[in-house]
């Protein structure tokens, strides 16, 4: 009986220089994805994303629109009950919420005017905001002041 036997030194290198060459191939792949020179599929597809900064200031049509909102909230507000539970109001179309906190009606001045504060939570912040609507000849309330405090 003839017995054949593999030296430990031999094979054993091998293995491990098997398994660093492996890791160092994974290695490479995984990283193929990070960097925009190694197209290795010969893909023509290219993610073009633009970037832009936020405006300081609201654009002009999200603005009108969060007024219009708070202009509804508050002439729609039962006056009795604003001083024991705020106003919410919520914009959709800007994201744009807040709460009316108080709102105080007047007639004095020949027309019935609802003066008002609110806050406006959007991506810009939050702010406070003071405010007057005045129900015209027609019927419909005007918003007459809108100011950021």
């Not at 191939?25 to 900064?53: P, Q, W």
């Not at 800007?94 to 007639?107: C, F, P």
């Amino acid at each position: 009986m003839v017995l054949v036997t593999k030296s430990q030194r031999r094979t054993k290198p091998s293995s491990i220089r098997s398994l660093a060459l492996a890791a160092v191939a994974m290695s490479a792949f995984s990283m193929t994805g990070c960097t925009s020179s190694m197209d290795l599929f010969g893909s023509d597809k290219v993610d073009r994303i633009s970037t832009g900064a936020v405006p300081g200031k609201t654009n002009s049509a999200g603005a009108v629109s969060d007024e219009a909102t708070v202009r509804n909230a508050v002439t729609s507000a039962d006056l009795s009950k604003v001083a024991t539970a705020p106003v919410p109001w919520a914009n959709t179309a800007t994201g744009s919420a807040g709460v009316v906190s108080s709102i105080r009606e007047d007639k004095g001045q020949g027309h019935v005017c609802r003066a008002f504060t609110t806050t406006r939570h959007s991506y810009e912040g939050i702010a406070m905001f003071s405010g007057q609507a005045c129900l015209t000849d027609s019927g419909e309330w005007l918003l007459t002041a809108f100011d950021r405090q």
